[in-house]
């Protein structure tokens, strides 16, 4: 088993409505985990950040919301996902 955090920052709530009992809000959900296969040795950098294409190529953890009606990750120029690789294998994995 790999211990994975999860921290939840809101940026806004947009919208309620109490007839459909639902809301919408943008949030920036981040998960941390350890990964030693994606460890490197560097003596310059502290860390490497990445684009979303990494994200495909590499174990995310599968994080939902129960009873969600909809989400999506907002991409108004390109997927707004950042993944964050420290070199002792600690990851950062941030989306909005």
Same mark, same amino acid.
Do not use: A, C
């Given at each position: 088993? *790999?211990?994975?955090? *999860?921290?939840?920052?809101?940026? $806004?709530?947009? =919208? *309620? $409505?109490?007839?459909? /009992?639902?809301?919408t809000m943008t949030l920036y959900l981040r998960h941390? %985990? @350890?990964?030693? +296969?994606? =460890?490197?040795?560097?003596?310059?950098?502290? =860390? /490497?950040?990445?684009?979303? +294409?990494?994200? @495909?190529? *590499? %174990?995310?953890?599968?994080?939902?919301?129960?009873?969600?009606?909809? $989400?999506?990750i907002h991409d108004t120029t390109v997927e707004n996902? /950042?993944? +964050?690789?420290?070199?002792?294998?600690?990851?950062?994995? $941030?989306? +909005?």
């Open positions: 088993p *790999i211990p994975v955090g *999860i921290d939840v920052q809101v940026e $806004s709530i947009d =919208s *309620i $409505s109490e007839v459909d /009992m639902d809301f941390y %985990w @350890k990964d030693e +296969r994606l =460890s490197f040795h560097s003596n310059k950098n502290k =860390s /490497m950040t990445f684009d979303g +294409r990494l994200i @495909k190529k *590499i %174990w995310v953890p599968d994080v939902f919301f129960v009873h969600s009606k909809r $989400s999506f996902v /950042m993944l +964050r690789v420290y070199p002792d294998g600690n990851v950062l994995f $941030s989306l +909005r």
